[in-house]
């Protein structure tokens, strides 16, 4: 089965997208000059690092359709993530949303014109 190993967010300053994604979760980041490219390192355990791009077109516009694939961000604190998120410039793209039996989802755009989901597992999502 092939996974998905790498994701990449687009930005027109790389710079300050690595500076708020690093302090929105504590993201590393290592700046890499000679490729106008940045490395992010999500941290130990399950799940993929990725890196930070410099956009080569225009910025998707907030309410078009999503074009791309959505990366997705596990958390054990979805409602507190997604308040610092939007208090830091994201906007809303879908609420807190229960999947039932799975646990939450949310999405933010960020920034830079990119969506991403937060996903926080609960078995008792959407059950009374």
Request: hydrophobic letters at 40%.
């Amino acid at each position: 089965m092939k996974r998905v190993v790498h994701f990449e967010i687009h930005a027109d300053d790389p710079a300050a997208c690595a500076r708020w994604y690093g302090a929105l979760f504590g993201w590393t980041m290592q700046e890499m000059p000679a490729l106008d490219y940045w490395l992010i390192n999500t941290g130990e355990g399950p799940g993929i690092s990725g890196g930070i791009v410099r956009r080569k077109g225009p910025k998707p516009a907030i309410g078009a359709p999503v074009s791309s694939f959505v990366c997705t961000i596990g958390t054990d604190t979805l409602d507190a993530d997604f308040a610092a998120a939007l208090k830091a410039g994201g906007v809303e793209a879908l609420p807190k949303t229960p999947i039932p039996g799975v646990g939450y989802i949310a999405y933010v755009i960020d920034p830079f014109g990119n969506i991403f989901g937060l996903h926080q597992a609960d078995p008792n999502a959407g059950r009374p």
